[in-house]
């Protein structure tokens, strides 16, 4: 539960390098999963996805990463996978990734987080490169990948200035043995961790909560959730606000909300400070966070 008197702080996941005001933290994402890279967003965390670009498999099938199903794209429908994944042990994508934060952190940015930079599912990669690599390991199948997937997260801490985090899929039980995220060892190198929790919409919500309250507790460093604002309607902002309070009264070191761009972040502020009836409701049922969130809010929109 609550430690002491720490405040949540709110924040934003932007596709613009552009703050907007009322919020606390800004991550924004320079290198995104279709393979695309932007120069640093000085003063944000710069979120860099690691192993996945469409635009690199596109050039080069033969960097995805693969299993006897087939490769780890997401035309691939024998596994269910959001995006296309290289192989985390392909040196050269490595170094070329590795490259990129160094250069990240010659401006001054607040810091990193990575985001998908583990193996595709429990089935990947059996490329004749990570065949050998496992073998000459001497350790099982899941602890190899662990040891790949911690080894690499390493290496990028070394590069980052400012503060470190990784994302993850939110699989809290099966993380280790199904990527190779072994949030034990992570935990030693990482600042926060960031979970997302994702969805078109939080009309049901209870798994929301369900899912920070298990990482607030197996993760061993602090923990900031995000949660999708990326919709308009007045049932779906509701919805999406009530999650908000619930979350926030998890120990949290923030809340995040993903969004189109900076007027869809202060609509969302907007709506919330003219709610008078979803304000009493915070009060009434006492959820100080996100009561004391919205007052900032009123004080600006
Ligand atoms: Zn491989």
């Known amino acids: 539960m609550r430690a002491g008197d720490k405040t949540v702080k709110i924040g934003l996941v932007t596709y613009t390098p552009e703050k907007v005001e009322g919020f606390d933290l800004h991550v924004y994402y320079s290198k995104s999963a279709d393979g695309q890279t932007h120069p640093s967003a000085g003063g944000m965390q710069n979120d860099v996805t690691c192993f996945c670009d469409a635009s690199a498999i596109r050039e080069d099938p033969s960097i995805a990463a693969i299993s006897k199903k087939g490769p780890a794209l997401r035309k691939n429908r024998r596994f269910n996978l959001p995006f296309d994944y290289v192989c985390p042990t392909n040196n050269q994508y490595q170094s070329k990734v590795l490259e990129y934060i160094k250069t990240l952190n010659r401006e001054r940015i607040k810091g990193v987080t990575l985001n998908l930079y583990h193996f595709p599912e429990e089935e990947f990669c059996v490329c004749p490169r990570c065949v050998s690599l496992w073998q000459q390991s001497g350790l099982n199948w899941t602890n190899w990948r662990a040891k790949t997937i911690t080894g690499f997260i390493e290496e990028a801490r070394k590069m980052v200035n400012g503060e470190f985090a990784v994302e993850m899929f939110p699989d809290p039980l099966l993380a280790r043995e199904r990527f190779g995220i072994d949030f034990e060892q992570i935990a030693n190198f990482v600042d926060y961790f960031h979970v997302p929790l994702s969805s078109r919409d939080y009309l049901t919500n209870y798994w929301v909560d369900l899912l920070t309250r298990d990482f607030v507790k197996i993760l061993k460093k602090p923990v900031v959730v995000e949660l999708s604002a990326e919709m308009l309607s007045d049932e779906k902002t509701e919805a ?8 926030s009264r998890h120990d949290l070191k923030g809340l995040l909300l993903l969004v189109h761009d900076s007027e869809n972040a202060r609509q969302v502020c907007r709506y919330a400070v003219r709610n008078r009836e979803f304000r009493d409701w915070l009060e009434k049922f ?10 900032y809010w009123t004080t600006l929109y």
């Open 240 to 247: 999406l606000l009530k999650t908000m309070a619930y979350v």
């Open 286 to 295: 006492g959820f100080e966070e996100m009561s004391r969130i919205v007052n």
